[in-house]
T-cell receptor, first 110, second 115 residues
Framework: QKEVEQNSGPLSVPEGAIASLNCTYS??????FFWYRQYSGKSPELIMF????GDKEDGRFTAQLNKASQYVSLLIRDSQPSDSATYLC??????????FGTGTRLTVIP | SAVISQKPSRDICQRGTSLTIQCQVD?????MFWYRQQPGQSLTLIAT?????????ESGFVIDKFPISRPNLTFSTLTVSNMSPEDSSIYLC????????????FGNGTRLTVT
């Protein structure tokens, strides 16, 4: 069974701090991993994806992948109140559908 | 990325009725995916819609309850049949590019409330 696990939170960080969101997956056949942000009442929007071990940076966001530990994380630097949302981790074993975690709710406190 | 238009954006329906959700993409795509997001939950795949063949349903979802059409490479519909309050959810149409590292892109979703 393909499972993606996330801490549901809520995670609260002060404005300007680093928010760290974590995700583990059970299927070692997973090849690519995605982070989505979902504001309340809206559909998920892609933040970034990663498929190689190590770090991938895009602006204030850094995704980290450790396939040996089956662990994916997302760091948000200089957190802003506008980053307050639910963050969904997803994994894919191929070119078909993605399997989503339950999401972590992040609140950035001004 | 593809632009995905989904309608209606929201609806309130009576128990026992059916609702058809439409999804239009601005480019041709092979596969379209229908997800459900129940209140406070994550996304669950209902089915994959391929043009020219029957949809492939995930465990727990059946064609009689969620019939899907895929008449061409840019359009699909999902019908929620014989609705009950447990069907109250957000229904999301999505598409994915080719390649294992292609992300899913979502429409704006249909927020369904069944009374």
């Amino acid at each position: 069974q393909k499972e993606v696990e996330q801490n549901s939170g809520p995670l609260s960080v002060p404005e300007g701090a680093i928010a760290s969101l974590n995700c583990t997956y059970s299927d070692r056949g997973s090849q690519s991993f995605f982070w989505y942000r979902q504001y309340s009442g809206k559909s998920p929007e892609l933040i970034m994806f990663i498929y190689s071990n190590g770090d991938k940076e895009d602006g204030r966001f850094t995704a980290q992948l450790n396939k040996a530990s089956q662990y994916v994380s997302l760091l948000i630097r200089d957190s802003q109140p506008s980053d307050s949302a639910t963050y969904l981790c997803a994994a894919s074993t191929g070119a078909n559908n993605l399997f989503f975690g339950t999401g972590t709710r992040l609140t950035v406190i001004p | 990325s593809a632009v995905i238009s989904q309608k209606p954006s929201r609806d309130i329906c009576q128990r026992g009725t059916s609702l058809t959700i439409q999804c239009q993409v601005d480019s041709q795509v092979t596969m379209m995916f229908w997800y459900r997001q129940q209140p406070g939950q994550s996304l669950t795949l209902i089915a994959t819609a391929n043009q020219g063949s029957e949809a492939t349903y995930e465990s727990g979802f059946v064609i009689d309850k969620f019939p899907i059409s895929r008449p061409n490479l840019t359009f699909s519909t999902l019908t929620v049949s014989n609705m009950s309050p447990e069907d109250s959810s957000i229904y999301l149409c999505s598409v994915r590019g080719t390649g294992f590292n292609s992300p899913l892109h979502f429409g704006n979703g249909t927020r369904l409330t069944v009374t």
